[in-house]
């Protein structure tokens, strides 16, 4: 079976639109960064919000383009996938570079959040369609969460995990407003478009090959969404800062259900996959359990439970697509 040119086309359409979130997202943190830096802004503030949500925009845009487009499978699927890949793939891939340990209880309170998360959206995907009501409830329970994680990281004289971020938070002279916000639009742009191609091209070979639409969202999609989440993990893994790589991740999957489907909720409703609720909605839920156990029972995530973990994120892809 050879490809047709348009065939070709979509997938240079998905590896421009990959591009495009990836820079488009390292450009809007790096720019609110340096303007929130430049106001006085405080780490702890930057931490929990802007590179939170800045490493999580990708999927936002991808998610709300998918939802307006009539494409739930791709929105719910998107944040499934990036969920699923971010415990297994990225968390696997930053062990084995490095392994992980000396995580503290500000983690384990996070990893209960996103637990709790997790189950709330194996609720909802049980009913026809994630609505406007269910969006405006998730987005409230984010605002309760950072409110809550701010009041407890202020009272604590130990913030290492915010005020030691490598990549866009590390100590620099801060750059003219002009630059930031340069930045900020630029990064904007590029997130818009490249959600956009992404979605198209993406869309187009679910057609033409005959793969369901959920399954794409749940694998092209969702890793390529997670490449800000992948870069700032392995970044901090090569520096020796496990507990920010492991912090990235729990703090990810937090808002992807609670901000990024809550947002698109709202937006726009968001139609249920029979096979996302029965089994990858599932699967979310023990793997982000798992990981759980793991926060309370060791005190490490070795090498080798990195390489299995990623042996199971391979699994995973081989059972979809086979």
Same mark, same amino acid.
């Given at each position: 079976?050879?490809?047709r040119?348009?065939?070709i086309?979509?997938?240079i359409y998905i590896?421009?639109g990959?591009?495009?979130?990836?820079?488009?997202?390292?450009?809007l943190?790096?720019?609110s960064?340096a303007?929130?830096?430049?106001?006085g802004?405080?780490?702890?503030i930057i931490?929990l919000?802007?590179v939170?949500m800045?490493t999580s925009a990708p999927e936002?845009?991808?998610s709300?383009q998918?939802?307006l487009?009539g494409?739930?499978?791709?929105?719910l699927g998107n944040v499934?996938?990036s969920?699923i890949?971010n415990? *297994?793939?990225? !968390?696997?891939? +930053?062990?084995?570079?490095?392994p992980?340990? =000396?995580? &503290?209880? %500000?983690?384990?309170?996070?990893a209960?959040v996103?637990?709790?998360?997790?189950a709330?959206?194996?609720?909802l995907?049980?009913f026809?369609?994630?609505g406007?009501?269910?969006?405006?409830?998730?987005i409230?329970?984010?605002a309760?969460?950072?409110w809550m994680?701010y009041s407890?990281?202020r009272?604590?004289?130990?913030?290492?995990?915010y005020t030691e971020?490598p990549?866009?938070?590390e100590?620099?002279?801060?750059?003219p407003?002009?630059?930031s916000?340069?930045?900020?639009?630029g990064?904007?742009?590029?997130l818009?478009?490249?959600?956009?191609?992404?979605?198209?091209g993406?869309?187009?070979i679910a057609?033409n090959?005959?793969?369901?639409?959920?399954v794409?969202?749940l694998?092209?999609?969702?890793?390529g969404t997670? *490449?800000p989440? !992948?870069?700032? +993990?392995?970044?901090?893994a090569l520096k020796? =800062?496990? &507990?920010v %790589?492991l912090?990235?991740?729990?703090?990810?999957?937090?808002?992807n259900i609670?901000?990024?489907?809550?947002?698109?909720?709202l937006?726009?409703?968001?139609?249920i996959?029979h096979?996302?609720?029965?089994?990858d909605a599932?699967l979310m839920?023990?793997?982000?359990?798992g990981?759980?156990?793991?926060?309370?029972?060791?005190?490490?995530?070795?090498?080798?439970?990195?390489g299995?973990?990623?042996?199971?994120y391979?699994?995973?892809?081989?059972w979809?697509?086979v």
């Amino acid at each position: 079976m050879f490809l047709r040119i348009g065939d070709i086309m979509d997938f240079i359409y998905i590896l421009i639109g990959l591009a495009g979130l990836y820079f488009g997202g390292e450009g809007l943190v790096r720019g609110s960064v340096a303007l929130a830096e430049r106001i006085g802004v405080s780490q702890l503030i930057i931490g929990l919000t802007i590179v939170g949500m800045g490493t999580s925009a990708p999927e936002l845009l991808v998610s709300l383009q998918a939802a307006l487009s009539g494409k739930p499978d791709i929105a719910l699927g998107n944040v499934v996938g990036s969920n699923i890949a971010n415990i *297994l793939l990225i !968390l696997g891939v +930053s062990a084995m570079v490095y392994p992980i340990a =000396h995580w &503290d209880s %500000a983690v384990r309170r996070d990893a209960l959040v996103a637990m709790a998360a997790a189950a709330s959206l194996y609720f909802l995907v049980q009913f026809d369609v994630i609505g406007r009501f269910s969006g405006l409830v998730m987005i409230a329970g984010l605002a309760a969460y950072l409110w809550m994680v701010y009041s407890a990281e202020r009272k604590s004289a130990a913030t290492k995990a915010y005020t030691e971020l490598p990549g866009p938070l590390e100590r620099r002279d801060v750059q003219p407003t002009w630059i930031s916000v340069a930045f900020i639009i630029g990064g904007l742009l590029l997130l818009v478009i490249g959600a956009d191609l992404l979605v198209s091209g993406a869309v187009n070979i679910a057609r033409n090959f005959g793969v369901p639409e959920s399954v794409i969202g749940l694998t092209i999609v969702a890793v390529g969404t997670s *490449l800000p989440e !992948l870069a700032t +993990s392995v970044t901090a893994a090569l520096k020796k =800062h496990s &507990d920010v %790589a492991l912090g990235n991740v729990v703090g990810s999957n937090i808002f992807n259900i609670l901000g990024i489907l809550g947002i698109t909720a709202l937006v726009s409703p968001v139609g249920i996959d029979h096979g996302i609720s029965q089994f990858d909605a599932p699967l979310m839920g023990m793997v982000t359990l798992g990981l759980l156990a793991v926060l309370y029972l060791r005190h490490s995530i070795t090498k080798q439970m990195g390489g299995l973990m990623v042996a199971g994120y391979a699994a995973y892809l081989f059972w979809l697509f086979v």
